[in-house]
């Protein structure tokens, strides 16, 4: 199966969902750790499969808000049984279970302070993990979000830092957590991911940076990829830590009708995590294709230089991050809408 080639290459593979029954498939095919967001729990809960645990959070008086958290909080918890004896096997290197904080924080519309949205971030943090060995705490890399890394790591919790586009919100996402680190009590239990999106890159070049060379149209994404990857390994590389510090290559999924599904999962095999859609696994497992390392294997040097000379990249970071704010707040105003409507 494609799928357990793609773990013998040395990938990590994560579910992007915490869907029960296909945690359940997914695990069976290798995947040893999962993720949620608003949008995967409010596609869950408008199938129907869960009222009975709702109408039970209706009839304590609990409003939308109040139910969207408990489902989230059960539906992760519930992925996090799954993955725990692998969390145990490991001794907490993997069958880790993400749990996104309040995206509404970053809507714009409410004119939250950035200090303000960060102290929020850490308040969240350890209350959503308290209690929990195997949850990571995702939080964005805003600078609401990255104003909370260090406290947050300090605290002993688990973080994935998340919507990363660029080298200068994954090293300032990576220097908070090193600096927390610092100042806990046992620095053996750091675990730390950074999640780098990587199809919303290749969209962004076909759209705005056309005069991009043939062989470097949609490879901007990968590169981007490789290069943070490279540069966590380096970073991490003398701290001797026994936990795993790792790259989670997220959006794998292809946007492109005209890329072959298993583009990105390909050209990141090898290493660290990827946090694939149900229906990228399910692709990659029909096409039982034998993946091998490629995740050190860079573009050629003309390809590179092309790359460099023609994407500027803190256009693409200020352009990713504005589309990305908007679809970190937008499916958790989909979610409440979701709850109202099942409560009705």
């Known amino acids: 199966m494609s799928i357990q080639s793609l773990v013998a290459s040395g990938t990590k ?6 869907d029960p029954d296909l945690i359940v498939s997914n695990k069976k095919l290798g995947a040893t750790g999962a ?18 645990e709702m109408k039970k959070l209706f009839a304590k008086g609990h409003d939308d808000d109040a139910v969207a958290w408990a489902m989230t909080d059960l539906l992760v918890s519930n992925a996090q049984k799954e993955f725990a004896e692998i969390s145990l096997k490991t001794k907490c290197d993997d069958g880790w ?19 303000e949205r960060s102290r929020k971030y850490i308040e969240l943090g350890k209350k959503w993990n308290a209690g929990h060995t195997n949850r ?23 973080l994935n830092v998340t919507l990363i586009f660029s080298q200068r919100q994954y090293e300032l996402a990576r220097d908070a957590v090193w600096r927390g680190a610092q100042r806990r009590s046992d620095i053996k239990t750091l675990k730390s991911v950074y999640s780098i999106f990587v199809s919303r890159v290749d969209v962004y070049t076909q759209k705005n940076v056309s005069t991009l060379i043939p062989e470097a149209q949609g490879q901007v994404g990968i590169l981007n990829a490789k290069r943070l990857w490279q540069l966590n ?12 510090q790792e790259i989670i290559f997220a959006s794998t999924g292809t946007k492109l009708a005209s890329d072959p599904a298993d583009k990105y999962v390909e050209a990141l095999a ?44 803190a256009k693409l970071e200020t352009t990713l991050m504005a589309e990305g704010v908007s679809k970190f707040a937008e499916p958790h105003l989909k979610l409440l809408a979701t709850i109202a409507k099942r409560r009705g």
Not at 35 to 52: Q, Y
Not at 152 to 158: K, P, Y
Not at 285 to 311: C, E, G, H, M, W
């Open 13 to 18: 593979v994560w579910l992007d969902s915490v």
């Open 35 to 52: 993720t949620s967001n608003p949008i995967i729990i409010a596609d869950l809960l408008s199938t129907g499969r869960f009222d009975e």
């Open 97 to 115: 279970v993400s749990f996104e904080l309040d995206p509404l924080l970053e809507d714009e519309s409410r004119g939250i302070p950035v200090a």
């Open 136 to 158: 990571m705490i995702k939080v964005p890399a805003t600078p609401g979000g990255l104003g909370a890394v260090e406290e947050l790591a300090a605290a002993g919790i688990t």
């Open 233 to 244: 390994q380096t970073f991490w590389a003398d701290k001797k830590l026994p936990l795993k």
């Open 270 to 313: 090898g290493s660290d995590i990827q946090t694939n859609p149900p229906t990228t696994n399910e692709a990659v497992s029909k096409l039982n294709k034998t993946y091998t390392r490629k995740v050190d294997q860079f573009p050629s040097a003309a390809v590179q230089a092309d790359i460099d000379q023609k994407v500027d990249q």
